[in-house]
């Protein structure tokens, strides 16, 4: 499957999962108690651009989580200048906007898989809530091979939709492939309990 | 010896109407398997190429993904579907609308409303399995607009409105923009959910009475 990550040996691509999030965490929450001003946007503007100018990042990382946000950009400019102003309005989105960017990083410079053994790692916890935590890694260790079965499944619906000239209607659509998934996840339930998961 | 019995017959005590599970939840296969495959069929509904209603307003579909895993696995499954999801998000896999994805999407305005998903599929599916009967179209309907709806607006409206700087007044305001659309996928997960009982009632897994008999708890309770 496709991921954000994109190779390098920059610094942000040295620093561990952990250490990385404390960092990046540490600089979101640092850009966004920096006060709703012209010189504060600029301030902020100034530590995403740093934070993208090391090798392994760059400004073409940048300008493509720009492009990827150009929604939320937008929806929350208008948002903004309708309320509160040029000011605090630009302000204001250039915080959010860089908070978005900047620990955009963390996928960018990650692999997934190492994020992924993080995540089990912290899944331990969840025993004193009387969850187990082996089964949870199951679970997502068989999610993530399940990804791909159903997008092979959402094709080959669409394609079958289209053949009959539905077009692309969620209506007809959702069906057939409700019933196609439904259907794999019974067939899955038996393939693990046939390898005894119980 | 003796703790193979007691298991035993906590396993006979199990009822075939009522939500057949013994009392401390155990996630078994076919749960695991179930949530795998809604946590794909969110991401398919994602994937890029969007579905569009009335012939050309393209939509994603990811929150009538919600609304279907709770109305169909029910209220735990459902909400730990959302929870599944939402973790492969963050570590980084494209996952949302559009190929979206990373922890970057926990920080932005929108963060509160995937949030709400959980409690969202939770209440869809707390209503839509609120009886021991077949659900009627009316109850599914309340289900997917207050769960999938009105849940997810009252976690996503306060957070934004905390990213944003807005008062919650202003951010319901800015949030009418996405009311209709929304109401078009609570209609269409009503009337995809009220086929698929007909259709293919195993998506369940679970015995309904049919609206003609009593229902066992009344009768227990005249006696």
């Known amino acids: 499957m496709l991921t954000l990550y994109r190779p390098g040996d920059g610094p942000w691509h040295r620093l561990t999962a952990g250490r990385k999030s404390a960092v990046l965490g540490l600089i979101v929450l640092g850009v966004s108690v920096v006060p709703a001003s012209w010189w504060g946007a600029a301030l902020t503007a100034g530590v995403c651009l740093a934070c993208y100018a090391v090798r392994g990042a760059g400004m073409g990382a940048l300008v493509r989580q720009g492009i990827a946000i150009r929604w939320i950009l937008a929806v929350t400019l208008a948002g903004q200048l309708l309320f509160l102003g040029a000011e605090t309005g630009v302000a204001n989105t250039v915080r959010i906007c860089a908070a978005v960017v900047i620990s955009g990083l963390l996928a960018l410079t990650t692999p997934v898989s190492e994020l992924l053994e993080a995540l089990e790692r912290g899944l331990s916890p969840l025993a004193r809530l009387r969850v187990d935590p082996q089964r949870a890694a199951l679970t997502i260790a068989v999610t993530l091979s399940t990804l791909p079965v159903l997008v092979r499944l959402e094709r080959e619906v669409r394609e079958a939709q289209n053949a009959r000239g539905g077009g692309r209607s969620l209506r007809l659509f959702a069906i057939p492939f409700l ?12 393939a693990l309990t046939a390898r005894g998961v119980r | 010896m003796n703790t193979v019995q007691v298991n035993n017959v906590q396993v006979e005590g199990e009822t075939m109407i009522d939500d057949h599970r013994p009392r401390t939840w155990v996630l078994d296969a076919t749960d695991i398997a179930r949530v795998a ?3 794909a069929l969110m991401a398919a509904l994602g994937l890029p190429g969007a579905f569009s209603v009335f012939g050309s307003v393209p939509i994603t579909a990811q929150t009538f993904g919600v609304m279907l895993a709770g109305a169909i696995l029910g209220p735990r499954l459902g909400a730990l579907c959302m929870i599944v999801f939402l973790a492969l998000v963050a570590v980084g896999l494209p996952l949302l609308a ?16 995937l949030f709400g998903w959980i409690a969202g599929a939770l209440v869809v599916g707390l209503i839509v399995h609120a009886s021991a009967r077949k ?3 009316w109850r599914i309907a309340i289900g997917m607009v207050v769960g999938g709806i009105l849940v997810v607006y009252a976690v996503g409206i306060p957070v934004r409105s905390l990213i944003e700087g807005l008062s919650l007044g202003q951010i319901a305001l800015l949030n009418l923009v996405f009311v209709p659309m929304d109401l078009v996928k609570a209609a269409l997960a009503t009337m995809t959910i009220a086929t698929l009982l007909r259709a293919y009632p195993r998506a369940f897994r679970r015995t309904w009475l049919s609206p003609r008999e009593p229902n066992p708890v009344s009768v227990t309770a005249a006696q």
Do not use: E, M, Q, T
């Not at chain 1, 019933?179 to 038996?190: I, P």
């Not at chain 2, 559009?98 to 409303?113: E, I, L």
């Open chain 2, 98 to 113: 559009g190929g979206r994805g990373g922890v970057s999407w926990f920080v932005a305005p929108s963060a509160g409303y």
């Open chain 2, 135 to 137: 659900p009627a179209v």
């Open chain 1, 179 to 190: 019933v196609v998934s439904l259907k794999h996840a019974d067939a899955l339930g038996d």
């Open chain 2, 37 to 39: 495959v809604f946590v």
